[in-house]
């Protein structure tokens, strides 16, 4: 199709786009706080996570329409699917992780996550069923996938937010807010070591890798405090112009 989907947090809606000229296609409305995003080649249907609304959207991208959501009790953060009819969830302020039906849309289970708290980046080794979940309490959570059961956790750097896999290397990378990429090796299924921290640049914490290349992909900014709204604190958003996409790649 050519079809690339973005989220639009602000106004509530994922725009399509045309992959080779870039040109926005439609909008699509669809329930507050749109954020993670990811297309799903078993049910071929573009899943949407989202924070206020604590749903995941289900669209379509052939007719580039919302045809379903999936009701999760809480905030979404990063979803996976395991290509056998089960997807995975992270709810960030109740430090779950929900397994849905994407078919039926259908909650099958909930687990808390041990030794976790705020949970956003999520990854799934799928031979052995294990989850990779990273958490704002600067650890990253391996879970069997089976059973929920949390099997170890281990450092990482500060302001997590996004977790790759990749299953031939079996490194696990965690891009971080505070401009590090902490990196863990799978040693076995049950068994895990850090391998140490690739410095990036603060605010790359979004990132995907590509599973050919094993590029890592990570989008970054210089950041400046914005004025406070309704008594609220100064935040920090992005400088205009500085916005940059980092590539890592093994030498």
């Known amino acids: 199709l050519h ?3 973005t989220t639009n947090g602000g106004n509530a809606t994922v725009s399509v786009f045309d992959t080779n000229t870039f040109k926005t296609l439609k909008k699509i409305s669809v329930p507050k706080d749109p954020d993670f995003t990811f297309y799903d080649p078993q049910t071929k249907r573009v899943l949407v996570c989202h924070g206020d609304a604590a749903v995941i959207t289900e669209i379509d991208p052939e007719k580039a329409v919302a045809v379903g ?11 996976v699917v395991d290509g056998k ?5 992270n709810l960030e302020e109740q430090a779950e992780v929900v397994s849905f039906d994407p078919h039926a849309l259908t909650v099958k289970q909930k687990w808390p996550i041990t030794g976790c708290e705020t949970p956003t980046g999520l990854a799934l080794d799928v031979p052995n ?13 391996v879970m069997d996938a089976r059973s929920g059961n949390v099997i170890t956790t281990l450092p ?10 990749d299953a031939e290397s079996k490194l696990i990378f965690a891009s971080n807010g505070d401009g590090t990429v902490s990196v863990i090796r799978q040693k076995g299924a049950n068994q895990y070591e850090s391998v140490g921290d690739i410095e990036t640049q603060k605010s790359a914490k979004t990132m995907t890798i590509d599973p050919k290349t094993k590029r890592l992909f990570l ?10 709204a309704n008594g609220q604190r100064a935040r920090l958003r992005p400088k205009p112009g500085s916005f940059t996409v980092l590539v890592v790649e093994r030498q």
Do not use: Y
């Open 156 to 165: 990482i750097g500060d302001r997590v937010d996004a977790v790759a896999f």
């Open 129 to 141: 069923a294990r989850l990779f979940i990273g958490c704002r309490s600067k650890v990253l959570a």
């Open 3 to 5: 079809r690339g989907f």
């Open 69 to 79: 959501k999936i009701e999760l009790g809480g905030g979404a953060e990063a979803a």
């Open 85 to 89: 009819g089960t997807g995975f969830v």
């Open 219 to 228: 989008a970054a900014a210089e950041m400046e405090s914005a004025p406070a």
